[in-house]
């Protein structure tokens, strides 16, 4: 919720999944959220970074190593990195 001014005032902001778009409840405390960050062509960070956040779920079956390198492949993509 944002209140007159536009700034957010909620306490707690709900997170889902990126590999299933499932809620991330708050005591799912297997879950967790990483950022990569975006490189230039001489391989220097560029201060930019792409998050994402796993549900317990996804890491208990042991698709976490393959759901986050196909949904970087896509980000890379869609940021013409090839």
């Not at 990483?34 to 230039?40: D, K, Q």
């Not at 930019?48 to 796993?54: D, E, I, N, R, S």
Request: net charge negative; aromatic share 8%.
């Amino acid at each position: 919720m944002r209140n007159d001014e536009g700034e957010q005032v909620d306490l707690y902001i709900p997170r889902k999944c990126s590999w299933t778009n499932n809620l991330i409840e708050a005591k799912d405390h297997a879950s967790i959220q990483i950022n990569i960050g975006h490189l230039n062509e001489q391989g220097q960070y560029t201060r930019q970074y792409t998050t994402f956040a796993l549900c317990g779920f996804v890491r208990a079956m042991g698709d976490a190593d393959s759901s986050l390198d196909l949904l970087w492949q896509k980000k890379k993509l869609a940021l013409g990195q090839i």
